[in-house]
């Protein structure tokens, strides 16, 4: 069974460290999954637990559980009424120069949903693989802070932006995708809930989540191969 990185826990509340790849529960549309993080956190700690919140099966990072069913409908309204400060941190294609927020309606099984993300880039890469009519390919390092939590938003807003998000499969850039996967042997989105805090019962909550090894070595391959200015 695999074990499940726990990052806080207390009486209440209990979140782990998502990897790349799991799914948050059982879900129709990916009859092949045998694992969820949902069941695996249950059996690893010995209690039923109940989702506050939900990440892609290709996000990794901060998931947020409660250990006790009537404190779900609590800590949600903290994330409906925007008490919750989710931070993520993605590799985007091009240079994304200016931080600014966009606000983009996105669709959702036929409702046209309010959706709005802060976007910051952080640091920048050039690195000599070309994807296509460039010699060269770049990259930003950027943090990603929604608002909302719409269903794939910081995915689609990025491409809307026209800086996807690197390993995205739906919503990115193929060419960019098959040059990660086939030079630099990376097969994952480079997309990580990074930290969330709230405050509940007058505690304030901050979780954080480490990296995982395939966004390291992502980091780490750009900081290695990128060109000097």
Request: hydrophobic share 35%.
């Amino acid at each position: 069974m695999k074990i499940l990185e726990v990052i806080y826990e207390d009486e209440m509340l209990i979140a782990i460290n998502k990897p790349h790849g799991l799914l948050v529960h059982r879900s129709p549309i990916a009859k092949d999954a045998e694992e969820f993080a949902l069941q695996l956190l249950r059996d690893q700690i010995g209690q039923r637990v109940h989702l506050i919140h939900r990440l892609d099966r290709k996000t990794s990072g901060v998931l947020l559980f409660t250990k006790k069913r009537e404190m779900v409908k609590v800590v949600q309204e903290l994330f409906n009424y925007k008490l919750v400060q989710k931070t993520y941190h993605a590799v985007v294609r091009g240079h994304l120069k200016e931080a600014g927020t966009l606000n983009y309606t996105l669709e959702h099984e036929g409702k046209v949903q309010e959706s709005i993300t802060d976007y910051s880039p952080q640091s920048y890469f050039e690195i000599n693989y070309s994807s296509g009519r460039y010699p060269t390919s770049r990259y930003t390092f950027v943090h990603l802070t929604p608002h909302t939590g719409r269903f794939h938003q910081l995915r689609k807003h990025m491409a809307h932006l026209r800086y996807p998000i690197i390993g995205d499969r739906p919503h990115g850039c193929n060419k960019q995708n098959k040059l990660w996967k086939h030079q630099l042997a990376i097969d994952t989105m480079l997309l990580h809930a990074y930290s969330l805090s709230f405050t509940l019962e007058n505690k304030v909550i901050e979780l954080k989540a480490d990296y995982s090894p395939q966004f390291k070595k992502a980091i780490s391959l750009l900081q290695k191969l990128n060109l000097p200015d």
